[in-house]
């Protein structure tokens, strides 16, 4: 018994951690293809980073989130999600008010 704490501790602890970077590498994605298809003009319209700044902090963060060792509970895999959820949840409704909601987005 008392043997067996350590070994299911370190399998939950293992779920945890790919369940999170699965989420923070499905945010991340899906951010940084919306950047990638979105019109170049329309980011300084809304009043927001141009398309190329986000491009590039989407892109940084999730390759430091799969590269890292640590993933998504280092400081980088946290600004990575921070990012991604920032865009998804900011820019990207700012986008689709611009275009009047017209896309596939």
Not at 58 to 68: D, F, G, K
Request: with cysteine; charged share 10%.
């Amino acid at each position: 018994m008392v043997t067996a704490a350590p070994i299911f501790y370190n399998d939950v602890r293992y779920v945890i951690e790919l369940a999170l970077l699965i989420f923070a590498l499905i945010i991340e994605g899906v951010a940084l293809v919306h950047a990638i298809t979105q019109r170049s003009d329309a980011f300084p319209a809304i009043g927001t980073l141009p398309k190329g700044g986000w491009i590039a902090i989407l892109a940084v963060c999730m390759a430091l989130t799969l590269l890292l060792g640590s993933g998504v509970l280092s400081i980088f895999g946290l600004i990575g999600i921070a990012a991604g959820l920032i865009y998804l949840l900011d820019v990207r409704p700012g986008l689709r008010d611009l275009t009047d909601g017209k896309g596939f987005w």
